[in-house]
């Protein structure tokens, strides 16, 4: 390879370096050279490591240019490589002592997730939660041991915890009890906040929009998993550690002085953690005779595993800190982007869409999910289903605007190590006919790029780029005056907000619940109007850009602070029940 390399690239530039050096001043002769060590790293990035590997998009900085690219615009880096080479469904990414390899093609995706033997995720787990959450080189051991087991093999720790999430989350008695539960405390915040407007005598709150679902969130999921106790209860100056926490996440992933280069989110994590190490040291979890609520059952069985996999509690309160990111952040930001689209004014120009017929339609579906309480006996009071709610076809609009809001919003990208040399069959780069065999260097890193496929108008139309709150109603969907056409011929892993594969992301069914849930009680109970001097100009609220230039680890928020005017319009409780 290297001989190859000298003889076709090195030999040729050294022999014009020489005849431009003769008779030059040495000035010259040291431009000359670094043009030529310039242009000989620029080719060399372009040497496949295998005939078959994907096509190689060199950088103009050789080797380090796609990383430079990545820390300074985050998601937007990649999503919009993959954008300008619609050609190419998966291309190589040359970085230094290692490859990426960026999938952009819903097709490979699938064959990505086929080949999980192979291509997991899973060894890449204990060195980011050592960086993100800090754990200690202890733990980290245990983290290491039987990451992958076969059937039949010893189970670790990754293997057990994964059992117990998908017992709770996936479809059945567990996941409805804690969803019932969720939705409860959702309510309850927002009753007490409507409560409290209406004591005292305010016709309405001016508040940042994103904080104030972030808080309604934040407050209820605490409660929820740690009970009456929980840390952001006793603390509630920790709400503000946990977005410091959450905003530095990338600079902690990066791992270089943590203290020092992501001081903030340094700061954030450490308070949360010994807040949580508190917690569990004086049994806060555990229910009281006194009456005192703990923990939730899967937290109590999530720190029972740490502990039993040899976890000190100082370590066990640091993995919790994950499971309270885990049930905040996206609800939180994704209710955050439906509410907004759901109150913006039709005549705002950022939108375009026809958002006070949406309201006004989604206002209609809800009537048959938050009626009138029969069973109220003092006041009058409203009663939340949750099975009319979950019912197919029973809120159209509503799950439209979901999903188009993560489709907007959530440029994640699925990563994968090649644990082992493998192959993918694929389409051939340029539309060539006939399949392709892509060749994948083992130890190299393999991304599904989210945000491509979410921004690809091969996927999604010419307005793929234009927020439309309609695209997933299909002509069959309830509501045909619409004249949308069908989604049923849109790949099934062009959308990628939950991920997939052995990846797939498994809290969706209970994030959809509790995110829909929020935005009904919200829509049912408040009249949200632009903030003076925060609107579009028409009065209306502006709509702003995602802030896609960070690393996309989860929904991405907004560019800017949206001031919203809260005015209370049904101030009846709500009851939810199953």
């Known amino acids: 390879m290297l001989e190859r390399i000298f003889n076709d690239i090195a030999a040729p530039l050294l022999d014009r370096v020489t005849n431009i050096a003769r008779g030059q001043s040495v000035t010259l002769s040291i431009v000359a050279v670094l043009v030529a060590t310039y242009l000989l790293l620029y080719r060399y990035q372009l040497v496949k490591a295998h005939p078959n590997e994907p096509p190689v998009i060199p950088s103009t900085v050789p080797f380090i240019g796609h990383v430079l690219g990545m820390l300074l615009l985050g ?91 998908y017992a709770y989350f996936g479809p059945g008695k567990a996941l409805d009890e804690l969803s019932l539960d969720a939705v409860r405390q959702l309510a309850r915040q927002v009753d007490e906040y409507a409560a409290a407007v209406q004591r005292e005598d305010r016709k309405e709150c001016e508040v940042d929009l994103l904080g104030w679902i972030r808080h309604l969130v934040a ?13 952001i209860a006793l603390h509630p100056e920790l709400e503000s550690a946990f977005w410091d926490f959450d905003h530095g996440l990338g600079s ?17 994590r450490e308070a949360l953690a010994a807040a949580l190490e508190e917690y569990l040291v004086r049994n806060r979890h555990v229910s009281s005779d006194e009456g005192r609520r703990g923990a939730s059952r899967i ?64 206002r209609s579906e809800l009537s048959s999910v938050i009626s009138p309480d029969p069973e109220s006996q003092t006041e009058p009071g409203l009663v939340l289903s ?63 790029s989210g945000g491509t496929m979410h921004a690809d108008p091969r996927f999604w139309g010419p307005d793929a780029d234009k927020f439309d709150s309609s ?20 790949h099934p892993a062009a959308f990628r907000a939950f991920g997939g594969g052995k990846t797939l992301c498994p809290g969706r069914h209970f994030a959809a619940v509790t995110i829909k849930s929020l935005v009904a009680l919200l829509a049912t109970k408040f009249d949200i109007t632009a903030a003076p001097h925060d609107g579009d100009g028409d009065g209306g609220i502006a709509v702003p850009d995602k802030e896609d230039g960070v690393l996309p680890v989860h929904v991405l928020e907004p560019k800017r602070e949206v001031r919203v005017r809260v005015r209370v319009r049904d101030q009846r409780a709500v009851r939810v029940v199953a």
């Open 75 to 165: 998601g937007r880096y990649v999503k919009n490589l993959g954008l300008r080479n619609p050609d190419k469904p998966i291309f190589t990414l040359p970085i230094p002592r290692s490859r990426m390899y960026i999938v952009t093609d819903p097709s490979l995706a699938m064959a990505v997730q086929r080949a999980s033997k192979t291509l997991s995720f899973t060894p890449l787990v204990p060195d980011i939660t050592k960086r993100v959450f800090g754990l200690d080189e202890d733990t980290v051991t245990i983290v290491r041991q039987h990451l992958d087991p076969a059937p039949g093999e010893p189970r670790g720790f990754l293997a057990d915890m994964h059992d117990l999430v």
């Open 299 to 362: 937290v109590q069985k999530r720190v029972a595993i740490a502990l039993g996999h040899g976890w000190t509690l100082r370590m066990t309160a640091r993995s919790e800190l994950s499971f309270l990111f885990a049930g905040i952040v996206n609800t939180a930001t994704t209710t955050f982007w439906m509410v907004l689209h759901l109150f913006a004014s039709a005549s705002s120009s950022s939108t375009g869409a026809d958002n006070l017929s949406l309201l006004s339609k989604i």
């Open 471 to 490: 695209r997933f109603l299909s002509v069959h969907g309830g509501n045909n005056n619409d004249n949308k056409t069908t989604t049923t011929s849109t």
């Open 252 to 268: 902690l992933l990066i791992g270089i002085f943590p203290s020092v280069t992501a001081r903030k989110a340094y700061r954030g």
């Open 219 to 231: 407050v209820a999921t605490a409660n929820l998993l740690y009970g009456d106790e929980n840390p």
């Open 386 to 448: 949750l099975d009319r709610l979950k019912s197919s076809g029973s809120c159209p609009a509503l799950d439209s605007l979901f999903r188009e809001c993560l489709r907007r919003n959530s440029d994640t990208y699925s990563t994968r190590l090649v644990k082992s040399t493998a192959s993918l069959s694929g389409l051939a780069p340029g539309g060539s006919e006939g399949p392709q065999l892509y060749h994948l260097t083992a130890e190299s890193v393999v991304q599904i």
